[in-house]
């Protein structure tokens, strides 16, 4: 009843002016041309009229079908906007999804612009929005989702085929996990991107979409570098299905089997290269995402992921921190807290003999060597670079602890950072051992502090 009422209210708003033609041409044809002309006059408007009707017929039932279409989830692929005029904006949405019988669409929409769906509908986020059943290519973008539950929601997003349903199992690894703009209650919807290995080999990265509960275990469950089982469509294995709750047998398996790799792995040190919001918090304190960047033993620069909880002072924001790697996949890593100091420093020890930075007898002459000072008295490259650093050849007037002095060189690769403290006439650290004072160590580097909360 609501459809034909708006129908007929559409027909009527639009039926003035023709009605209103049809009447003057009625009359000017029988005052000017005679019965006739007015009677050709009718039939002609009548005609027109008719055609009319049949296209708000089809417009309607074309808007009905589509409103009433499937609600499914797309990923926008590109937002443009464009001004038809001052006082109006779009935003040209361009959003690929699956249907319910498993073909996969790209199609466009435009909506009203705004700042707030600007930020909203960046490339890569979710999007709710409805399909035309016969063309999948019209769709309409559903913004107020107010009225949608649960369920309403877990069925939209519970769109899989057979053959991803009865697909293979596979252990992916979390890359990101994406919060969008629809809600409900407690529950939000996450697109969640995966990189797995399929049983021939191939390396596949693959998203999903899962409606979950904010709380302290999804927090921990959806960050980047976490495990997560799934199941793929053995021909197109970009169509995956994520496993929040099946075969946790095999996921705790793997779980075990990373973290024991993690814990006999090799300790080194990194550095936080950015860090962002995750969007979740605990406790009223925000889960920090940090990007991490360090090397291998076997000299591989690796970028990891580490979720952790914030705090006012972090003591890892400018500091190197200690971590372990799985040697098979070294993005999977845990930063360090309990190690104990000599553990540290050894480490950090082998790591600066691996990179190149100093020697085993370096470290030993500042390990049980005398600690005094020197002045620089010259500081010429040699054009030698290790491991990126430029080498100097450093001439050092030293003084001993008795305040005699004696002059000694030595050569030492300098980074940038520290080429200001390797200048002429600078005040310096020195080491050197007592029965060979030919051999010194100049100080340009310190193990720094280190600290944190891993979730």
């Not at 970009?238 to 990373?258: N, S, T, Y």
């Not at 620069?301 to 971590?323: C, F, K, M, N």
């Not at 104990?340 to 420093?345: G, S, V």
């Amino acid at each position: 009843m609501k459809e034909l009422k708006k129908f007929l209210g559409t027909v009527i708003t639009i039926s003035t002016v023709p009605i209103l033609g049809m009447v003057i041409g009625l009359l000017i044809g029988a005052l000017f041309y005679g019965k006739p002309a007015a009677i050709f006059v009718f039939k002609i408007f009548v005609i027109i009229y008719f055609i009319i009707i049949l296209i708000v017929a089809i417009l309607q039932i074309t808007s009905r079908k589509l409103r009433n279409g499937p609600l499914v989830f797309g990923t926008v692929v590109s937002a443009k906007t464009r001004r038809p005029s001052k006082d109006v904006c779009i935003l040209e949405l361009t959003i690929q999804f699956y249907t319910t019988d498993g073909r996969q669409v790209t199609a466009s929409a435009p909506m009203e612009y705004s700042d707030i769906r600007l930020e909203v509908f960046q490339p890569g986020s979710l999007c709710p929005l409805k399909y035309h059943p016969e063309k999948p290519e019209k769709i309409l973008i559903e913004i107020e989702m107010k009225e949608m539950d649960g369920a309403t929601l877990e069925r939209a997003l519970d769109m899989y085929s057979e053959e991803v349903r009865n697909g293979p199992l596979a252990v992916g690894t979390i890359v990101s996990a994406v919060r969008s703009f629809v809600s409900v209650g407690d529950k939000i919807i996450l697109n969640i991107t995966v990189e797995f290995s399929t049983a021939d080999g191939r390396q596949i990265t693959a998203s999903d979409r899962k409606l979950v509960d904010l709380n302290l275990d999804h927090v921990k469950l959806f960050q980047p570098s976490e495990m997560i089982v799934l199941r793929y469509h053995p021909e197109n294995p970009e169509r995956i299905m994520l496993l929040l709750h099946d075969e946790q047998e095999m996921l705790e398996h793997a779980r075990k089997i990373r973290e024991e790799m993690i814990k006999n792995g090799p300790l080194v040190f990194g550095m936080i290269v950015s860090k962002k919001s995750s969007g979740w918090q605990m406790g009223g304190v925000d889960i920090v995402d940090a990007t991490i960047g360090f090397e291998t033993i076997d000299g591989q620069v690796v970028t990891a992921h580490q979720r952790y909880i914030s705090h006012s002072t972090e003591p890892w924001e400018d500091g190197l921190i200690p971590l372990r790697y799985n040697p098979e996949n070294p993005q999977q890593i845990r930063m360090l807290q309990n190690e104990d100091e000599e553990t540290l420093q050894q480490a950090f020890d082998a790591q600066l003999i691996a990179r190149k930075v100093t020697t085993q007898e370096e470290i030993d002459i500042q390990r049980h060597g005398v600690k005094t000072t020197g002045v620089i008295l010259s500081a010429q490259p040699t054009g030698n670079i290790v491991n990126g650093r430029g080498e100097m050849a450093l001439q050092v007037k030293v003084t001993r602890p008795d305040g005699e002095t004696f002059e000694a060189t030595t050569n030492k690769a300098v980074s940038q950072d520290d080429l200001p403290s390797a200048q002429s006439g600078n005040k310096v650290e020195v080491f050197c051992m007592p029965e060979n004072e030919e051999k010194i160590v100049i100080s340009l580097l310190s193990l720094p502090e280190t600290g944190g909360v891993p979730v």
